[in-house]
């Protein structure tokens, strides 16, 4: 063989494992962007090296000009493929969102690839080809395009460099660092050699040598290297795992693998027939390549046919009818042999066929073979041979072929029974976990773990099973065989020691896969040292994992190394975490639902729910013990300021506070609850003396004597507290609690900060309190509720010149109700709204009948609650009853007490003056009982102030009030305001505001209330 001829076939044999590559990056999962540069990087390097290797060894110079351009379409991009490549390795691949940097990137190997192959007039004047000693070679011109390509392959290089330095030097993981340099070492290697061999760039430019552009030859350096990144690290490769069918002799994995192995052996089949006829037996290219050709249409259909989405029946025939027909071709092209070697052939199909279940397939191949030898004896009945060594050595290789695909066949079907039988005992398994863990609860998990642990150990045929739980509460569940015992401490090692290779492979894998020690990476020589002082020689582990928590560690260990790992086991794995993970949720939300249906969720506290259930159980003892109870119900007093004042999440935390402090105050068999909101209800058990509740009240209320410092910040709270005593206060648990409230609220009534024992008299107020809010339910529905009207008289005239309407209550048992008793009652129950719509109501019709029948015209003057300000319809409210009554505004006013001015003035102001426009007049009653604001007096649209009537009955006997009540009217005329004296008894009374120019006044010293009846009679005299 001739030096040119070898240097080709160099070239040649790069190509093939180009090819190689290039089918091998087709099956490949993980990252796809990676993947699909990598695969074009392959295929642009297949391109050139078989263009350089017709090049080399071509007949003339025509030929060689012709693929050495061809080769410039490849050369020109691989480069910055090349680059694009280590941007997406190097962990840059955000720079390709932005789709200006594939103009630098791409646009230099276009042009290269533009000017040196694609038009010829440029392309003539780039190459000035010889033929040398070993073959032919370019001398360059050196012109301008010249050092354009060579300076885009010198800083594409370069920056690749740069690119795996950086990432190497950045990188924390010691994987993707190793990965760096090594890629980085081969790379510059090959970088090297290349271009110290390229006679465009170096040999002949500067040296008196003719050398072969072998660059492509060395590129295989960083490809080699990357491949074995892919099989040491999984660069490239999917770590997904797949489960194959358990019901079919070849599944879809391996009918793939079968696609691929007899796609390589059609691929590579045609190449060495291309390389015998071509480099061997110097047989021109078209003559080779065209019989090759038919190999690679092969190989090609395969691969279609395997990605088509077609079902897998017409699969099965299309493959086997692309692998049968070419081969009759084939048979028929060496028919002169047919009798001898090649009618053997067919077999191997039909070999082949035992692979698929359906018989069809069979009974397909062996008409094609039987097709292929009916034909070749139709077309040489008879033929003379001369069999030589060469036909030795064919048969020997058919009966080679065909012994090898059969012990294949043979192994794969008794493999495949072993795995369906190993799936079935796992998938047992798995089912019996599966109904096991369905009835885990709190009590029996533990139980449940263990169990899984042993059917674990004997489906997998391991010697040591564990699970390590991380999350509520570290603790470890083992099971080790017979006579093994579990080393507890080297799973709890492994999982919360400090092993940096052990957690980098937890976080980076989802099963961790350890089938011998001693094929440990170095940086994991602390792991393999753990694992030799146990005696373990493999093992295997996964995560038990919920939303990113890490709740544990499934760990196998065997002292043998474990080689049958199928990737079903992966998925079996996953199933018991999933399974685990399930049933510890399940359990944990258990847990949960009980401690929120117990327990306060803010302090930790029980919750109502659960003191009633431990205060009735207390109630049980002490009844056969003859012990007392106490229940204290305790409120924080102003608790909405500390709220107002440090938001609600420092009332919570001031909550947390309260509850630890009544906890330390208690004994142990006492219990402090939470309410809700800042009320605390607490239960002393076996007191055998009231004294002794008194003193434990006392301890409680003296917590409250120390500051509560709250995000570094002190606060001083008091609280009101209420105690009922088992049995003297009731003997039930609902009972109890409701007295000890009422007594709570005592405690408000008196000042606060203190604690009050129920009594007698307070449970008696309460009856009647209750008996009270029950019967104002109803008493409108009753017709129960009357209106009494008191004269108002001009001071001046002595004339009735108002009226106001006051509301009684007239119980069918308890008789007249004054509104003093029911008013405060319907302010805390709400019914104050539709009490005083009626009030309202009530009282204009009733002025506009005195007005219908003749009687001087009056203004009526009706009282409005703070809780009706409340009510955003009150404006509304107001003109309705106007218009339904048909009374003219100026005949209403409406008296609010003073407190309800101080009520949110900013939101109380706008509706005065909403009424005002109405036409109606506004009067303050009750003047001078509350804080008294001139600033706001004097924005108030008021028309009339009425003097309480403590000021108006103490002006006889309090100087004081004399002086008050001076003030008031003064205070009132310059504020130009009518002024109405209350609670006029006595003629002194009455002389003293005459003498003072109160405008009005209005008491018993005149008319009491009246019916409406009386009324009508007084204004009719």
Same mark, same amino acid.
């Given at each position: 063989?001739?030096?040119?001829?070898?240097?080709?076939?160099?070239?040649?044999?790069?190509?093939?494992?180009?090819?190689? %590559?290039?089918?091998?990056?087709?099956?490949?999962?993980?990252?796809?962007?990676?993947?699909?540069?990598?695969?074009?990087?392959?295929?642009?390097?297949?391109? &050139?090296?078989?263009?350089?290797?017709?090049?080399?060894? @071509?007949?003339?110079?025509?030929?060689?000009?012709?693929?050495?351009?061809?080769?410039?379409?490849?050369?020109?991009?691989?480069?910055?493929?090349?680059?694009?490549?280590?941007?997406?390795?190097?962990?840059?691949?955000?720079?390709?969102?932005?789709?200006?940097?594939?103009?630098?990137?791409?646009?230099?190997?276009?042009?290269?690839?533009?000017?040196?192959?694609? +038009?010829?007039?440029?392309?003539?004047?780039?190459?000035?080809?010889?033929?040398?000693?070993?073959?032919?070679?370019?001398?360059?011109?050196?012109?301008?395009? !010249?050092?354009?390509?060579?300076?885009?392959?010198?800083?594409?290089?370069?920056?690749?460099?740069?690119?795996?330095?950086?990432?190497?030097?950045?990188?924390?993981?010691?994987? !993707?660092?190793?990965?760096?340099?090594?890629?980085?070492?081969?790379?510059?290697?090959?970088?090297?050699?290349?271009?110290?061999?390229?006679?465009?760039?170096? @040999?002949? *430019?500067?040296?008196?040598?003719?050398?072969?552009?072998?660059?492509?030859?060395?590129?295989l350096l960083p490809l080699m290297t990357i491949f074995y990144f892919m099989k040491r690290y999984g660069l490239m490769v999917s770590a997904v795992s797949r489960m194959d069918e358990v019901d079919k002799i070849l599944s879809a994995d391996n009918l793939a693998k079968l696609f691929q192995i007899l796609s390589l052996t059609f691929i590579y089949g045609g190449l060495l027939h291309f390389a015998a006829r071509y480099y061997f037996n110097q047989e021109p290219f078209a003559s080779a390549f065209s019989f090759s050709l038919i190999f690679l249409i092969i190989a090609a259909l395969l691969q279609i046919i395997q990605r088509v989405p077609i079902g897998? !029946?017409?699969?099965?025939?299309?493959?086997?009818?692309?692998?049968?027909?070419?081969?009759?071709?084939?048979?028929?092209?060496?028919?002169?042999?047919?009798?001898?070697?090649? %009618?053997?052939?067919?077999?191997?199909?039909?070999?082949?066929?035992?692979?698929?279940?359906?018989?069809?397939?069979?009974?397909?191949?062996?008409?094609?073979?039987?097709?292929?030898?009916?034909?070749?004896?139709?077309?040489?009945?008879?033929?003379?041979?001369?069999?030589?060594?060469?036909?030795?050595?064919?048969?020997?290789?058919?009966?080679?072929?065909?012994?090898?695909?059969?012990?294949?066949?043979?192994?794969?079907?008794?493999?495949?029974?072993?795995?369906?039988?190993?799936?079935?005992?796992?998938?047992?398994?798995?089912?019996?976990?599966?109904?096991?863990?369905?009835?885990?609860?709190?009590?029996?998990?533990?139980?449940?773990?263990?169990?899984?642990?042993?059917?674990?150990?004997?489906?997998?045929?391991?010697?040591?099973?564990?699970?390590?739980?991380?999350?509520?509460?570290?603790?470890?569940?083992?099971?080790?065989?017979?006579? +093994?015992?579990?080393?507890?401490?080297?799973?709890?090692?492994?999982?919360?020691? #400090?092993?940096? &290779? &052990?957690?980098?492979?937890?976080?980076?894998?989802?099963?961790?896969?350890? *089938?011998?020690?001693?094929?440990?990476?170095?940086? @994991?020589?602390?792991?393999?040292?753990?694992?030799?002082?146990?005696?373990?020689?493999?093992?295997?582990?996964?995560?038990?994992?919920?939303?990113?928590?890490?709740?544990?560690?499934?760990?196998?260990?065997?002292?043998?190394?474990?080689?049958?790992?199928?990737?079903?086991? #992966?998925?079996?794995?996953?199933?018991?975490?999933?399974?685990?993970?399930?049933?510890?949720?399940?359990?944990?939300?258990?847990?949960?639902?009980?401690?929120?249906?117990?327990?306060?969720?803010?302090?930790?506290?029980p919750n109502r729910t659960l003191f009633i259930n431990r205060l009735e159980q207390s109630i049980h003892l002490a009844r056969r013990l003859e012990k007392l109870i106490g229940v204290v119900f305790l409120d924080l007093d102003s608790f909405k300021e500390v709220n107002d004042t440090i938001g609600h999440d420092g009332g919570d935390e001031m909550l947390k506070k309260v509850a630890e402090r009544l906890s330390r105050s208690l004994r142990k068999s006492d219990t402090v609850a939470r309410f809700g909101g800042d009320e605390f209800v607490i239960s002393l058990n076996h007191i055998s003396r009231v004294e002794d509740i008194k003193k434990i009240a006392d301890n409680i209320m003296k917590t409250f004597a120390q500051p509560f410092k709250i995000n570094g910040q002190e606060f001083f709270i008091s609280a009101s507290a209420g105690i009922a005593i088992f049995p003297v206060d009731g003997e039930e648990a609902d009972i109890l609690i409701k007295n000890a409230d009422l007594a709570m609220y005592a405690s408000k009534n008196k000042g606060k900060n203190q604690y009050t024992l129920c009594s007698p008299e307070m449970k008696e107020d309460m009856l009647k309190r209750m008996r009270l809010i029950n019967g104002l339910y109803r008493?409108?529905?009753?017709?129960?509720?009357?209106?009494?009207?008191?004269?108002?008289?001009?001071?001046?005239?002595?004339?009735?010149?108002?009226?106001?309407?006051?509301?009684?209550?007239?119980?069918?048992?308890?008789?007249?109700?004054?509104?003093?008793?029911?008013?405060?009652?319907?302010?805390?129950?709400?019914?104050?709204?539709?009490?005083?719509?009626?009030?309202?109501?009530?009282?204009?019709?009733? !002025?506009?009948?005195?007005?219908?029948?003749?009687?001087?015209?009056?203004?009526?003057?009706?009282?409005?609650?703070?809780?009706?300000?409340?009510?955003? #319809?009150?404006?509304?409210?107001?003109?309705?009853?106007?218009?339904?009554?048909?009374?003219?505004?100026?005949?209403?006013?409406?008296?609010?007490?003073?407190?309800?001015?101080?009520?949110?003035?900013?939101?109380?102001?706008?509706?005065?003056?909403?009424?005002?426009?109405?036409?109606?007049?506004?009067?303050?009653?009750?003047?001078?009982?509350?804080?008294?604001?001139?600033?706001?007096?004097?924005?108030?649209?008021?028309?009339?102030?009425?003097?309480?009537?403590?000021?108006?009955?103490?002006?006889?006997?309090?100087?004081?009030?004399?002086?008050?009540?001076?003030?008031?009217?003064?205070?009132?005329?310059?504020?130009?305001?009518?002024?109405?004296?209350?609670?006029?008894?006595?003629?002194?009374?009455?002389?003293?505001?005459?003498?003072?120019?109160?405008?009005?006044?209005?008491?018993?010293?005149?008319?009491?209330?009246?019916?409406?009846?009386?009324?009508?009679?007084?204004?009719?005299?």
């Open positions: 063989m001739s030096l040119p001829n070898f240097i080709s076939l160099i070239l040649f044999i790069a190509f093939c494992i180009y090819a190689f %590559w290039v089918m091998y990056t087709l099956n490949l999962g993980g990252k796809r962007d990676l993947r699909v540069v990598f695969f074009v990087l392959c295929l642009l390097m297949c391109v &050139w090296t078989l263009c350089l290797s017709i090049t080399n060894s @071509a007949p003339n110079y025509e030929v060689a000009l012709f693929w050495r351009r061809m080769a410039a379409l490849a050369e020109g991009p691989v480069y910055g493929v090349l680059l694009h490549y280590f941007l997406v390795l190097t962990g840059k691949s955000e720079l390709l969102n932005k789709r200006w940097i594939y103009l630098p990137l791409y646009l230099p190997g276009v042009l290269i690839a533009f000017v040196f192959g694609v +038009v010829p007039e440029l392309a003539l004047q780039q190459y000035n080809l010889i033929e040398s000693p070993v073959g032919w070679v370019n001398v360059p011109v050196n012109n301008w395009w !010249n050092w354009c390509f060579n300076i885009y392959y010198i800083v594409f290089a370069v920056i690749g460099l740069v690119l795996l330095w950086q990432w190497g030097r950045s990188s924390r993981d010691p994987d !993707n660092k190793r990965q760096a340099y090594l890629l980085m070492a081969s790379f510059a290697l090959a970088f090297i050699l290349g271009t110290l061999t390229d006679t465009d760039l170096i @040999a002949n *430019s500067y040296m008196s040598l003719h050398l072969p552009q072998l660059a492509p030859v060395f590129g897998d !029946n017409l699969k099965e025939i299309l493959f086997v009818l692309s692998v049968s027909i070419p081969l009759l071709f084939i048979t028929l092209r060496f028919v002169e042999y047919a009798s001898i070697t090649v %009618w053997a052939i067919t077999f191997i199909v039909l070999i082949a066929s035992i692979l698929f279940e359906k018989q069809r397939i069979i009974v397909l191949s062996g008409i094609v073979g039987l097709i292929t030898l009916i034909l070749v004896w139709i077309q040489a009945p008879t033929v003379f041979v001369l069999v030589e060594g060469s036909d030795h050595m064919g048969r020997i290789g058919i009966l080679v072929l065909a012994f090898i695909l059969a012990y294949y066949v043979n192994r794969l079907l008794i493999r495949r029974l072993d795995e369906i039988r190993d799936r079935m005992r796992l998938q047992k398994m798995i089912s019996q976990i599966s109904a096991d863990f369905i009835s885990a609860t709190e009590s029996n998990l533990g139980e449940k773990i263990t169990d899984m642990l042993r059917l674990c150990r004997e489906g997998f045929q391991v010697e040591q099973s564990y699970f390590i739980q991380l999350l509520p509460e570290l603790r470890t569940f083992a099971w080790g065989g017979e006579g +093994v015992e579990p080393a507890d401490d080297l799973a709890l090692a492994l999982v919360t020691g #400090d092993f940096p &290779w &052990w957690r980098t492979q937890m976080r980076k894998n989802e099963v961790v896969y350890i *089938s011998d020690r001693e094929t440990m990476p170095p940086e @994991a020589a602390r792991e393999k040292a753990m694992l030799e002082q146990q005696n373990i020689k493999s093992l295997f582990a996964i995560p038990v994992t919920k939303q990113e928590k890490t709740l544990g560690v499934l760990l196998f260990a065997s002292k043998n190394s474990m080689s049958a790992w199928r990737e079903d086991h #992966d998925e079996l794995l996953r199933i018991l975490a999933n399974l685990l993970t399930e049933a510890m949720a399940r359990v944990e939300a258990e847990k949960e639902i009980n401690y929120l249906a117990y327990y306060d969720g803010r302090t930790g506290l008493a409108l529905e009753r017709n129960e509720m009357v209106l009494y009207y008191q004269p108002q008289m001009s001071v001046k005239t002595g004339e009735i010149i108002g009226i106001e309407a006051l509301i009684r209550w007239n119980h069918p048992e308890l008789g007249m109700i004054p509104p003093s008793t029911f008013i405060p009652l319907a302010e805390q129950t709400g019914l104050i709204k539709p009490i005083g719509q009626w009030v309202l109501q009530t009282a204009c019709r009733q !002025n506009k009948e005195w007005r219908d029948k003749g009687l001087p015209p009056l203004r009526i003057a009706v009282n409005l609650s703070v809780e009706q300000f409340r009510d955003p #319809d009150l404006v509304d409210t107001v003109a309705r009853v106007l218009e339904e009554t048909g009374l003219e505004p100026e005949y209403l006013e409406l008296e609010i007490t003073e407190s309800a001015t101080s009520y949110d003035p900013d939101y109380i102001i706008p509706v005065l003056h909403e009424l005002k426009k109405l036409g109606v007049s506004i009067a303050i009653d009750d003047f001078g009982t509350e804080y008294s604001s001139l600033s706001r007096l004097k924005v108030l649209p008021v028309d009339r102030i009425k003097i309480d009537m403590q000021f108006v009955q103490s002006i006889t006997e309090s100087d004081k009030d004399e002086a008050i009540a001076r003030t008031v009217v003064q205070l009132a005329k310059n504020l130009r305001l009518h002024v109405t004296a209350e609670g006029v008894e006595t003629e002194r009374q009455f002389q003293f505001f005459g003498s003072q120019n109160c405008d009005e006044v209005q008491g018993f010293y005149f008319f009491k209330p009246m019916p409406a009846a009386e009324v009508e009679t007084v204004l009719a005299v």
